[in-house]
């Protein structure tokens, strides 16, 4: 498998490809890859003729207390499983190149970027932006693949996208789950095998909620206070945010309606994790 590492290379790789009439899907992400992102690689091989897959651990978007320098980084790993599950290129820049020396420009889209974890995090989504941008600049890709675990993350670049007029295809794919229920992510490699356990309560009260609006139930306070009763079974999670939102623009919203998101994010020790459903 080939490895770019320079934005001219990238440009140069895209552009080639699409002077032959071919479609290029780009699958942004930060490495430590696991089956959540085989399945964003599989659903880009499947509609694009070509995938690149970019593996940078992105600096803007972590906080100062944040786990950037422990963050996992496996590359050789990474790199095998992006080309088993249809990649044809990984984009693995060093920091000076998407960052290089008089750097002055970020990318905020205003309103959203304090919703959510954005709230929690501040500058996390100025820190997404401004990169995702780059990639989807340099790239040039048709369509870029994104997983519905980051919701909050997929309605920030939506609007980026939109905004800016980057003419690439946002695609969102399923949240992928351990047969537990555990969302897959990078970060339960962080989890003790007892916070492991006390993790599920995050995608047990997704279930739950699910089925309360299922039932028929519309009231967000009903909502948000049977998610709440679901937590407190678990005490030793913190809850950071339970939140029903329009996905479009992170607001709360009083009623669930059909694509209503609901979202939820808790501490499991030091680890903070994200969960949601798209309800209706």
Same mark, same amino acid.
């Given at each position: 498998m080939d490895v770019l590492r320079t934005v001219d290379e990238l440009?140069?790789?895209?552009?080639?490809?699409?002077?032959r009439?071919?479609?290029?899907?780009?699958?942004?992400?930060?490495?430590?890859?696991?089956?959540?992102? =085989?399945?964003? $690689?599989r659903a880009a091989a499947a509609c694009c003729d070509s995938v690149v897959v970019s593996i940078f651990v992105n600096?803007?978007? +972590?906080?100062?207390? !944040?786990?950037?320098?422990?963050?996992?980084?496996? +590359?050789d790993a990474d790199s095998a499983l992006a080309a088993s599950e249809g990649a044809d290129v990984i984009f693995a820049p060093a920091v000076v190149e &998407?960052?290089?020396?008089?750097? @002055?420009?970020?990318? !905020? /889209?205003?309103?959203?970027?304090?919703?959510?974890?954005g709230a929690s995090r501040p500058g996390h989504f100025r820190? /997404? @932006?401004?990169?995702? @941008?780059?990639?989807? &600049?340099?790239? !040039?890709?048709?369509? =870029? +693949? +994104?997983?519905?675990?980051?919701?909050?993350?997929?309605?920030?670049?939506?609007?980026?996208?939109?905004?800016l007029r980057i003419p690439t295809e946002i695609v969102v794919c399923p949240i992928v789950r351990e047969p537990d229920g555990l969302a897959l992510s990078s970060r339960n490699i962080y989890l003790s095998a007892t916070e492991r356990e006390q993790a599920l309560v995050l995608c047990r009260t997704v279930r739950k909620i699910e089925e309360l609006v299922a039932?028929? !139930?519309?009231?967000?306070?009903?909502?948000?206070?049977?998610?709440?009763?679901? $937590? @407190?079974?678990?005490p030793e999670v913190h809850i950071d945010y339970i939140e029903l939102v329009d996905w479009t623009t992170l607001v709360p919203v009083s009623t669930a309606q059909p694509g209503t998101l609901f979202a939820i994010a808790a501490w499991v020790g030091k680890t903070r994790l994200i969960d949601n459903a798209i309800l209706g």
């Open positions: 440009r140069h790789w895209s552009r080639k490809l699409r002077a009439g071919k479609t290029v899907g780009l699958v942004p992400t930060m490495g430590a890859l696991h089956p959540g992102h =085989a399945s964003l $690689f600096p803007t978007q +972590f906080g100062p207390n !944040e786990d950037f320098d422990r963050y996992p980084r496996a +590359f &998407i960052y290089p020396p008089g750097n @002055a420009t970020i990318v !905020e /889209v205003e309103g959203l970027s304090s919703r959510l974890d820190g /997404v @932006a401004t990169v995702v @941008a780059k990639l989807l &600049i340099g790239a !040039e890709a048709d369509r =870029a +693949f +994104f997983g519905q675990k980051d919701a909050a993350q997929v309605a920030v670049i939506r609007r980026m996208v939109t905004d039932s028929g !139930e519309r009231s967000a306070r009903v909502v948000i206070d049977a998610a709440r009763r679901s $937590f @407190a079974a678990t």
